[in-house]
């Protein structure tokens, strides 16, 4: 059975413990020279939302892009000492990363909002980058819209890896826009209360699959072996929502 997995990373594979703000406020001051009078509103954006909406924010023009994605890559690489001592990968992680690794047929990489750089950097801090295949990862520099993410990411499995357009894709995330993103792509979604949104904010935005956390590594699999199985979301839960 293939399958395409797409994870989340923030809050979903790992806790940044505020890191990731401090690295939209150091990118935006190096291209200002001030700081943000408020922090970056993140909650599953891209990261060309998330600048853009600071810039225009605090009254000032919207820099290219290019200049902005290297402030945010200089800003994370330097940041990287400080995630590894304050953050942490998130319960069951390593775990479920790597059985979903060896599992064939399987394609397991990212979907986040992130630029590539800045992935690479929260995963690589806890050893996860090896677990995924990030080349085929659709990131925070190919789209401002989270859905839109989802058909760069399969474009690029098909051209990369070879695998099938009707190969069914689940994407893995605890925001609603996670539920969003997967839902208006067609894919599934497995959607964890990991992060600020719980399990009834989850469901409202349209999941059926909802976790606490990614710690029960047979269950994990159990959930995506079915849509691997299905090829579509079940039409019910095999674990019903809860309310943290």
Do not use: C, Q
């Amino acid at each position: 059975m293939e399958l395409i997995v797409l994870w989340d990373i923030d809050h979903t594979l790992i806790e940044n413990a505020g890191v990731s703000k401090e690295i939209y406020a150091a990118a935006f001051s190096s291209l200002t020279g001030r700081e943000p009078t408020a922090p970056a509103r993140t909650e599953g954006r891209t990261d060309r939302l998330i600048m853009r909406d600071m810039f225009l924010r605090d009254g000032l023009p919207v820099p290219e892009w290019p200049a902005v994605e290297d402030a945010l890559a200089r800003a994370g690489h330097d940041r990287l000492g400080e995630l590894r001592s304050r953050g942490t990968a998130l319960p069951g992680v390593p775990e479920i990363l790597k059985a979903a690794s060896l599992r064939s047929g399987w394609v397991s990489s990212v979907l986040t909002g992130n630029i590539a750089a800045n992935a690479h950097v929260k995963l690589s801090a806890f050893g996860l980058d090896s677990l995924l295949d990030l080349s085929v990862g659709s990131y925070g520099a190919d789209a401002e819209l989270r859905p839109e993410l989802v058909p760069i990411a399969r474009a690029r499995i098909r051209r990369l890896r070879g695998v099938p357009a009707d190969v069914p894709t689940v994407l893995v995330g605890d925001t609603p826009r996670d539920v969003e993103a997967a839902l208006a792509s067609g894919s599934g979604i497995v959607a964890v209360a990991s992060g600020i949104h719980n399990s009834k904010e989850l469901a409202e935005a349209g999941a059926l699959e909802i976790l606490p956390d990614l710690s029960d590594t047979k269950g994990v699999l159990s959930i995506l072996e079915f849509f691997a199985a299905r090829g579509k979301r079940p039409r019910t839960s095999l674990h019903r929502p809860r309310t943290r």
